[in-house]
């Protein structure tokens, strides 16, 4: 979604933003432009529909921007449809203020209208050129440039976090944040804002978490923070570990596929903390073993492919614990009156933690009394810190929209967590819980050994790649991964596709099962083999194509019934899906390779969406 960068310093301002919002594109975004406020204190603003390579044309073909105090950003439109208007940063009507903003104002309108009827006239069909205009009427009025930040804050409801330049203090930079992630970073040259840490990597690593209700200002030396009550604040600081190379393609034609060979080490980097000497060791958890024996139901709270790791979840964790466990999705969580309390445990997963659906779903279980656990991946990122608990996936930056290390991640530390729990619970023996550890330990391998013969999904994809349409089936644990299976695909290669749980398909999609129509029939869970090779042949009956994805255990099942057999080695059952994704992962990859598709930056979709 809406990328912000910021910078004030002593170098040039264009190209560190240029740079900064390259960073950020992995994002989403239809739209781009920057700011600066130049030497003679004149504010230049250039911005464009389209591309990063379209905004530096743009700047190529003018005289050239100069200036070390700059803001830039990256539009996913909301209010208005993705054009050079409505691209930001946006200006007021003196062109003294300049502001780029992530969120949405919701009374937009009414402080437009109210503007408009005082003569200001408006360019965009923005809800962020209202905090332009606002600014200025209010600077216009007051003649105090902090005093009018604060009135329009306090006049605007909503979700924001925006950067701020004015002409008359040309070495000065405000930053405001509220419900939308902005961070601020200490380098040698100058100081910067941002809305993600991947955009600021290359010029320092030490950086603050702003709150909601915090105003920064910055210049070359220094930066301040306020709260909301006008008052300084000394704000820790934090060292960002990742390093640059994290967030580089490193060879690899895509990130997706990178972040697909990481797997194996993202995963070690999940379990390797949490697994001491045959046993679980959750030290967020310490001392809450009372807590965890009072649970009497876990609701998991999710959206997209962290979702479907809540509906992996439930079946894991409902077979280790014997209480209810139930996968929501968060944006219908949020408004359906959820029966919660102290006896239910939430557990909240995102690999951003900044998604706005999991943020409020999180905050109504707060509100109704239950606590909330989060599996996430961005260290410091809003969920994670408004959690009661927060368990970190290590996964490290995840650039690629289809997320696929986070997803691997976020079902291992789930599954993990559920043998803790049952630890606590008693009701896990010694030796099931060596089973399932001794696997734990062997995952990795397994997964490196998967990732390392690729030709089976390149070659499937090259065969395959021309389907109007396909299907997903499963049963338990391989419903669940039908639906992360499905997602991938049609988010990457634009392919319509389904997935069904493989038992209901008989009960209205099969009717569109027809000559040629690729099923790809997921069965690796042993208990329901044999119901799930039913199911295939059900399908071949009608003439689909059937790719099978097994382990060693299952494939001499279906291997009759496969026109394409995957076959994956042989894990614990509550493991297999953690391997079983892979499959489905490179098959999705190569099939948009071979469609010509943008894979890192799929049409429309976003990396982290801020907004309902
Ligand atoms: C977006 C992304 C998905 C992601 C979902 C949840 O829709 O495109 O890939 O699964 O958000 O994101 P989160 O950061 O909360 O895991």
């Not at 996913?76 to 903003?101: F, L, R, S």
Request: aromatic content about 8%.
């Amino acid at each position: 979604m809406c990328g912000i960068i910021g910078y004030v310093g002593k170098s040039e301002a264009v190209p560190i933003l240029l740079d900064g919002l390259e960073r950020l594109e992995y994002r989403g975004y239809d739209s781009a432009g920057v700011a600066v406020v130049s030497p003679e204190s004149e504010l230049r603003v250039v911005k464009t529909k389209g591309r990063l390579s379209v905004l530096r044309e743009h700047l190529e073909q003018q005289d050239p921007l100069r200036g070390t105090i700059g803001i830039g950003h990256t539009r996913w439109a909301t209010h208005g449809e993705p054009n050079d208007t409505n691209a930001h940063p946006h200006i007021g009507q003196d062109g003294k203020i300049a502001v780029v903003h992530n969120g949405i104002i919701e009374n937009y309108l009414e402080i437009r209208e109210l503007l408009e009827r005082k003569g200001i006239i408006f360019q965009s069909e923005t809800d962020t050129e209202v905090i332009a205009q606002l600014m200025e009427y209010y600077y216009r009025k007051l003649g105090n440039l902090m005093d009018a930040v604060y009135a329009v804050l306090g006049r605007i409801e909503g979700a924001y976090a925006m950067g701020i330049l004015c002409k008359d203090f040309p070495g000065q930079m405000i930053a405001a944040r509220k419900d939308a992630p902005l961070l601020i970073g200490y380098g040698e040259d100058g100081n910067y804002i941002a809305s993600d840490v991947t955009a600021l990597l290359r010029y320092t690593r030490t950086v603050t978490y702003m709150e909601d209700g915090e105003v920064a200002v910055l210049t070359a030396d220094g930066v301040q923070i306020f709260d909301q009550d006008r008052t300084a604040i000394d704000k820790p600081r934090h060292t960002i570990e990742w390093d640059v190379s994290a967030a580089e393609k490193g060879g690899y034609a895509h990130f997706m596929l990178k972040e697909i060979m990481e797997q194996g080490e993202a995963v070690r980097k999940t379990i390797s903390p949490r697994v001491h000497d045959g046993r679980v060791v959750i030290e967020e958890l310490a001392g809450m073993e009372p807590y965890l024996q009072g649970l009497r139901k876990i609701c998991i709270v999710a959206c997209g492919s962290a979702y479907h790791v809540g509906m992996i979840g439930k079946y894991a964790l409902e077979r280790l614990l014997r209480i209810p466990v139930d996968a929501y999705l968060a944006s219908e969580f949020r408004y359906s009156e959820p029966l919660l309390g102290d006896d239910t445990l939430v557990i909240v997963i995102s690999q951003s933690g900044e998604t706005l659906d999991s943020m409020a779903a999180l905050r109504e279980a707060k509100k109704r009394g239950s606590k909330v656990l989060s599996i996430v991946n961005v260290v410091g990122s809003s969920i994670a810190r408004e959690s009661d608990i927060t368990l970190y996936t290590w996964a490290g930056p995840e650039i690629a929209v289809a997320t696929t290390k986070a997803y691997t991640t976020q079902m291992a530390l789930l599954i993990l967590l559920g043998v803790y729990c049952a630890e606590c619970n008693g009701k896990i023996d010694a030796e099931e819980r060596k089973a399932i550890l001794d696997e734990f330990d062997k995952l990795p391998e397994k997964i490196d050994g998967v990732l390392s013969d690729l030709k089976i999904y390149q070659e499937a994809a090259a065969r395959y790649f021309n389907q109007d349409s396909v299907f997903f089936i499963g049963r338990n644990l391989d419903y669940a991964l039908g639906l992360e299976g499905s997602l991938k695909l049609k988010e990457i290669s634009y392919i319509h596709s389904e997935s069904y749980a493989a038992g209901e398909l008989k009960h209205g999609t099969i009717s569109l099962i027809e000559p040629g129509t690729l099923v790809i029939a997921l069965a690796t869970y042993t208990p329901l083999i044999e119901k799930t090779r039913s199911n295939i042949v059900e399908v071949r009956a009608r003439g689909a194509d059937v790719i099978a994805v097994a382990t060693e255990e299952t494939a001499p099942y279906v291997k009759d019934q496969a026109d394409e057999l995957m076959i994956l080695p042989k894990t614990h059952p509550l493991l297999q899906s953690v391997l079983g994704v892979l499959p489905l992962q490179l098959f999705a990859y190569y099939v948009a390779l071979n469609r010509g598709c943008d894979i890192d930056k799929p049409r429309n979709l976003a990396k982290s969406v801020t907004v309902e």
